[in-house]
């Protein structure tokens, strides 16, 4: 059955961008900037620890800051409030700079105008996180970011619109998906005032701001899919009618007309939940052991070949798999058959709530561990660059912000409130389009299977990595 025809928007109800203080600053031109500053400042501060301080992980700012803090603080940020990261992003600085050189600059290929590439950018980039331990290396961190402000720059230089946040950046399409679930969402105010409006400059830019990098026309946005939530959309409108509002949780996941019915927007959800899977079990005892079960079972000459092989299957071949499985056994159950696309598409989002919630669970685990971590980096730091004022000694004790009794059931709780979000998406999903029970029932035993797999894989050992623990 075909799902409803009206479209999804939220309505303007409460708009952060008419707040007091808040709105006007981040309607102003410099409100994204000053964001910006303060990142690029902290990832300078990142680079040359890296490259010039002490290479062991929890002694450094590189590691400890992007390996633990940063990924704690992007999914308090993506839970509360929205894609902050993309928002106060430094390496789309060099745009302006970039556009003035390039000038109009090529279009992007349109075969290349999908998932597929940050699908297989998101699965090369956790590979390579394990393979390389980038979180034991502030040397590698330090080049990791330098990277992507070449590639950022680059990208930017070459093409008009911009290709590296919306089709490249592994960490964008991350916050992306993460977004889905955020609590706020661009929209106008009135529809009314779009259609007269002759410049579009929310897209098109205007003197002010450049327009959406992202290529999103605000009366046409139905998700946060693609949103930076730069806001360069609100400071180029020129009749203010661009909002910011809050949106009931969920509410875009269970709109069945929120998300276009394609293969890789589908398949980026599945690689989404299951590199959340496979991060952590990358963590544990096990996937040592299966890692040389595999090197003598195979030969296997290069010690990063088992390593491949493991998260190929975890990461694409079970994914792709699994959806066409479950799609299809739940396309053959309901009445009247739809396209395998567009059913795999019609209940793919309901598993965002439980693979953020393994996501958040993980990385949670990492943040209550080492968060503290921090002061004694920096008086290290301050210490080997003269200054004395905090002591001569940093207290190398200070991790963990709370007991370690309380973290797994911490992370128990995460997983259940996220199956507990994705059966209702499911239940909604089903609803909405008309789809009967025993067609969802595959669906319900993937989330049920999915949340088990993470309540076992969180009841194993894990490396308490870049912490003090390890000092």
Known sequence: MAARSDLYHPRPGIDVLRWPG??????????????QLLLLLAAALIVYDGFTGPQFAPENIATVTVWLHYRGFVMLGLLLVGNLFCMNCPFTLPRTLARKWSGAGRRWPRALRNKWVAIAVLAMFFFLYEWLDLWASPWLTAWV???????????????????????????????????????LQITVTSRDVCRACVGKECINGSPQALGCGTELFAPQIKSNLDCTLCLDCARACPHDNVALVARAPLRELSAPDAWPRRWDLALLIWVFVFTGLSNAFGMTPPVYVLEEA?????????????????????????PLGLATAVAGLSRALDEPRDSLRNHLARFTPALVP??????????????????????????????????????????????????FTWLLPMQIVFILLGFGGSFYVLGENGRQTNTSFKAQLPWLILLIGLAAAAIALFNLPMEMRGTSFMH
């Not at 195979?298 to 079970?318: D, H, R, W």
């Open 22 to 35: 808040i709105g006007r600053f981040l309607r102003s031109r410099y409100g994204r900037l000053v964001g």
């Open 145 to 183: 970011l330098l990277a992507y402000f070449a590639a950022a720059f680059a990208l930017e230089f070459a093409f008009a619109e911009s290709p590296f946040c919306k089709y490249v950046c592994p960490l964008g399409t991350f916050n992306f998906v993460g977004s889905t679930l955020s609590p």
């Open 294 to 318: 595999l090197t003598r079972g195979l030969k296997l000459q290069n010690p990063g070949a088992a390593l491949l092989l493991i998260f190929g299957v975890l990461n694409v071949l079970l």
């Open 354 to 403: 439980l693979g953020f919630s393994v996501w958040l669970a993980h990385n949670g685990f990492h943040f209550a561990t080492g968060a503290l971590s921090i002061f004694p980096v920096v008086h290290n730091f301050l210490l080997d660059h003269g200054v004395t004022a905090l002591g001569a000694a940093p207290n190398w004790q200070l991790s963990a912000i709370m007991p």
